[in-house]
C-alpha cells in the first residue's frame, strides 16, 4: 500500500493562496495515488473542494479540531472507499483533556489527531492510520501530544499502525524521539535509498527542515520512502512536500 503524509498550508499568498493552488493538491494526488493519506493545515474549504475533486475514490474521516465539527484545520485521513471498510474511527484532541476541544499544555493552537481503523475488502487485513499536527510552539505540548497519539495506538494491540503528521520538529527533538520511544519506526529510516530533502519548503527553501513524517508500526516493511519534490513548472505545490512511503505486510 502507498500511504502519504501532506501539509497543504489553509492559506498562502500572492500565486500561492490556496485557491490558486488546490488544483495543484489535487493533482498531486491523483498522481501518486496513496491508498491512505493524512492532511494537515486542511480547513472546511480545502475538505470541501478535496472531497469533491476526489470523490470517485476517496472518503475521509476527521473534524474541523476548533470545535469538533467544521470549524478550525482538520488532520484527515482519507482512504480508498473501494479497497477499505472502516472498522472504528475517532478524534481526539492533544492536551490534559482530549475528549473536548481545547489546548494542551504550552501549545499556541488547539491539536486534534484522527484516526481511522480499516480493513481491506480483499484479504480482510486490517490496518489503523492515525494522522496529527504537532503545535508549532510548545515544546512539552509535541511531546505530550506524541506520547498521547502512540497511547491510543496502543489499544489496537497487534494491528499494523500508521502515523502521519507534521510533527514541527526534526529527528534530533523530544518528540521525535518519544514516538521513536513508543515503539514507532521512522518509515524513511528503513529505506537506503530514501532521498534526504527535507519537508518543508516555505516556498523557497532557503530554511529546509525536516518536520514531516510516516511512522510505522506492528509488522510493517518499507519498500520505499521518499520526499515528493514535485512543482508546476517553478511554482510550489505547498509550504510543505509531500512524503510518500510504500509499504508491505
Known amino acids: 500500500m502507498k500511504v502519504m ?3 497543504v498550508l489553509c492559506g498562502g499568498r500572492g500565486q500561492n493562496w490556496w485557491t490558486k493552488r488546490k488544483p495543484l493538491v489535487r493533482d498531486v494526488i491523483r498522481k501518486y495515488d496513496p491508498d491512505t493519506f493524512g492532511l494537515q493545515e486542511a480547513h472546511y474549504r480545502w475538505m470541501n473542494y478535496l472531497c469533491k475533486e476526489l470523490k470517485d475514490t476517496y472518503d475521509y474521516v476527521g473534524v474541523g479540531r476548533d470545535n469538533g465539527k467544521r470549524q478550525g484545520e482538520f488532520s484527515p485521513v482519507f482512504y480508498k472507499k473501494d479497497k477499505y471498510e472502516v472498522i472504528e474511527t475517532g478524534n481526539f484532541w492533544l492536551s490534559e483533556t482530549p475528549e473536548k476541544p481545547g489546548k494542551g499544555w504550552d501549545a499556541a493552537c488547539i491539536r486534534i489527531c484522527s484516526y481511522a481503523v480499516l480493513k481491506d475488502k480483499k484479504t480482510g487485513e486490517k490496518i489503523a492510520h492515525f494522522n496529527t ?7 512539552v505540548a509535541r511531546s505530550e501530544g506524541a506520547k498521547l497519539i502512540a497511547e491510543r495506538a496502543d489499544v489496537f494491540k497487534g494491528v499494523p499502525t500508521i502515523v502521519t503528521g507534521d510533527f514541527n520538529v526534526n529527528p534530533e527533538s523530544g ?3 518519544t514516538i521513536i520511544a513508543q515503539g514507532f519506526t521512522d518509515a524513511r529510516t528503513l529505506d537506503k535509498n530514501a532521498n534526504d ?3 518543508y519548503n516555505g516556498f523557497d527553501e532557503n530554511t529546509p527542515e525536516m518536520i514531516d513524517f510516516v511512522f510505522i508500526k506492528n509488522g510493517f516493511k518499507v519498500k520505499s520512502c521518499n520526499t515528493i519534490t514535485d512543482k508546476a513548472g517553478d511554482r510550489y505545490i505547498s509550504a510543505h512536500y509531500p512524503v510518500l512511503a510504500e509499504l508491505e505486510l
Do not use: E, I, P, R
Open 133 to 139: 499536527h504537532l503545535d508549532h510552539v510548545g515544546d
Open 5 to 7: 503524509s501532506f501539509n
Open 197 to 199: 530533502v527535507k519537508t
Open 175 to 177: 518528540a521525535y524521539k
